[in-house]
């Protein structure tokens, strides 16, 4: 039994569990904390993380259960534990101030507030010494000169309330699309790896978008350079360590610049969207490695992130047994005691030696080449060398998953599942396994069903059969890109429906008129200390592009010249520093494509509209909407389509080619 429990033991986050028998004195987010800081005039220590932190659980073990550390947090300060993934409101607001502070951010995020919640000083991972002298100069400084803390923070507090301003957008959008993107790319293209794909610099993060877009511009433009760079990068990253050779799926990002070493956490967030990515990329490329590399991804969600409901859980940890990667990792004497007669070719497959090598002894399993260039240079058919790697990984999984496992964070967010369900409508269209679809519309009614409020709005978050926490713009912007996907694939017009209550919802409690952009939270939230507004993609994309993509698409299937209009005024805003940094506007970048390059609004109908929508798996095209109906339709583009065989229109602003039978026909059209 443990000598300690604080408030943290009636929260449901695995990551503010993990913290509730520290011997400091956590509060949850809430009211309750601020109350007692300003009967006590006590700073305020807000330090965010989330359960598959690597140095967030260093911080713990050095800090935070530490006897003679934790008294003095508690005597000096009020502490308030917080789960980025569950409030990623408080997260962006104090991460900006701290990187206004200090110039970086990441997690660990521990920033100092005043009472009314205004930051004064923050940073990231602190190791004990320094925390210690941190927390009592930064004590001793508010207790002897309160006015100076003061000033500090109203200063800060402006900086970080300017934060969402954005640089006006002229009326026409400033230079002509197209050209936004090539000078967009221009740049672009001189920040890349030209040896092993990925930006050029340490570490490598995936990062998805950016090369869904890549891949769109480079077919759109038909630029052999950018696509040479595309595959370099997917073949480096399925091959790397970075990819779990053993049980599929990618880890967070690599510590190197050839895709060896990961940061071992896998998040669903990666895995959603890259299983986009090479689906799309598979569609384009035809390198079976990408099909493999997707199989295998969505193998690892079902076996280990999906819960019995159908959702999908958030993460898996870094960190077993105290080692970073520990569960991922062989010995010699592991790999030859798990593989047996499989030993000799695991060593010829993955090239065990210097090359595999990393920490203590242990290799990260990866691969030099894909399966089609094995089997040549061995002479061997690829069937034989994919049944031999089937029967070694399934040994390896077999002794690894006696192994301690890793941490798994058992929340659904309903945001992430929306990506996932995503990711799963993309492997569907490409590859058209029912069970991907199958996947995709169990967990889209789950959230339907169990995470939509009284209102019409979303809950952020599901676990252990309850919802909880109002929804952020990112659950709205990434649900309605999921049911529109899901309705290209289906052709069901409920999604649609549902699409639309949601954007009337967002366009209600989160629009702002001023900029024309949306902000993070909701208008029925408490307020933080500035209302949050999410400019820039990343590793995920956007709210605010994610919001503008979908109700361009919307506005089109529907023809809404609202929904347009505040699309084109978001795109307006949201672009202003495209060329400025590209990396941060991939998804910004997706919308402006669509209006940039003719927009293929393709209308299949007939009791074969199915079929024929199945039928343009193998072509893929950058720029293109599907809709479709069997019968009859409320959509405006499909009015008057409905003729005795079954058709193909391909429409671009709704004027429309002669009708077709034919994929091919109607790919010719589009080419």
């Not at 967030?56 to 006897?67: L, S, T």
């Not at 967009?184 to 490598?204: A, F, I, N, S, T």
């Not at 690894?400 to 496992?405: D, K, S, V």
């Not at 940039?596 to 393709?602: K, N, Q, T």
């Amino acid at each position: 039994m443990s000598a300690h429990t604080n408030r943290l033991v009636h929260e449901s986050s695995p990551y503010l569990l993990q913290h509730a028998h520290n011997p400091v004195d956590w509060y949850p987010w809430g009211e309750e904390a601020f109350s007692k800081a300003r009967a006590e005039n006590k700073l305020v220590l807000v330090s965010v993380g989330y359960s598959s932190c690597h140095w967030c659980h260093v911080m713990e073990r050095e800090c935070f259960e530490d006897e003679d550390v934790a008294r003095v947090m508690n005597e000096r300060f009020v502490c308030i534990k917080v789960d980025r993934e569950e409030r990623p409101d408080v997260d962006q607001v104090y991460m900006t101030a701290v990187q206004l502070m200090t110039n970086r951010g990441g997690w660990p995020l521990n920033c100092f507030t005043l009472p009314d919640g205004r930051p004064v000083y923050g940073g990231t991972y602190f190791p004990p010494a320094q925390w210690t002298q941190v927390l009592k100069q930064l004590a001793d400084t508010y207790q002897q000169e309160p006015e100076r803390v003061r000033a500090h923070a109203a200063q800060l507090h402006q900086g970080v309330s300017s934060q969402r301003l954005v640089a006006p957008a002229t009326e026409e959008g400033g230079v002509e699309h197209r050209d936004a993107l090539r000078a967009m790319v221009e740049k672009w293209k001189r920040q890349l790896d030209p040896v092993d794909g990925g930006p050029d610099k340490v570490p490598k993060f995936p990062m998805p978008d950016n090369y869904r877009f890549l891949l769109r511009y480079a077919w759109s433009t038909n630029d052999e350079e950018l696509k040479k760079h595309i595959a370099l990068t997917l073949d480096k990253m399925a091959l790397g360590g970075i990819f779990d050779q053993v049980g599929g799926g990618f880890a967070r990002y690599s510590t190197d610049a050839v895709w060896k070493a990961p940061h071992f956490e896998k998040m669903l967030y990666d895995n959603a969207q890259l299983v986009s990515l090479y689906s799309q990329a598979y569609q384009a490329f035809k390198k079976p490695l990408y099909k493999e590399t997707v199989e295998r991804t969505l193998a690892f969600i079902t076996r280990e992130m999906t819960s019995p409901e159908g959702a999908f859980y958030s993460a898996l940890d870094a960190d077993t047994e105290g080692e970073e990667g520990r569960y991922y990792v062989w010995t010699d004497d592991e790999l030859r005691a798990a593989l047996g007669e499989d030993l000799a070719f695991a060593m010829d497959y993955h090239g065990i030696g210097p090359k595999t090598a990393w920490e203590h002894g242990r290799h990260i399993l990866l691969r030099q080449q894909d399966d089609e260039a094995f089997a040549r240079q061995r002479n061997l058919s690829v069937d034989e060398v994919r049944q031999r790697v089937a029967s070694m990984n399934a040994r390896l999984l077999a002794v690894r998953e006696r192994r301690e496992r890793p941490g798994l964070d058992d929340k659904s967010l309903v945001s992430w599942n929306a990506l996932m369900v995503t990711g799963l409508c993309d492997a569907f269209e490409v590859f058209g396994d029912g069970r991907h679809e199958r996947a995709a519309i169990r967990a889209m009614e789950l959230i339907l069903s169990k995470c939509k409020r009284s209102n019409g709005g979303l809950w952020h978050l599901y676990k252990d059969g309850k919802a909880s926490i109002n929804g952020f713009l990112e659950d709205y912007c990434f649900t309605i890109e999921a049911l529109l996907a899901l309705y290209g694939i289906t052709f069901e017009e409920r999604w649609l429906t549902d699409a639309r209550a949601l954007a009337e919802h967002a366009i209600r409690h989160f629009h702002d008129e001023a900029s024309g952009l949306f902000n993070f939270t909701s208008d029925l939230d408490p307020g933080l200390i500035t209302r949050p507004m999410e400019l820039h993609d990343n590793v995920i994309p956007s709210s605010n592009s994610s919001m503008a993509n979908g109700l361009f698409v919307l506005g089109t299937l529907f023809d809404d010249e609202r929904y347009l209009a505040l699309s084109e005024r978001a795109v307006r805003s949201g672009t202003t520093q495209l060329a400025v940094y590209p990396t941060g506007h991939s998804h910004w970048a997706q919308g402006l494509l669509m209006r940039a390059f003719p927009l293929h609004e393709i209308a299949i109908t007939g009791a074969d509209a199915r079929t024929l929508r199945a039928d343009f798996a193998s072509h893929y095209l950058p720029n293109r909407l599907f809709l479709g109906c069997t019968q009859s339709s409320a959509l405006p583009l499909l009015k008057d389509k409905i003729l005795p065989a079954s058709t193909i229109f391909v429409c671009v602003e709704k004027a429309c080619q002669l009708p077709v039978h034919t994929v091919d026909a109607a790919v010719k059209l589009i080419r």
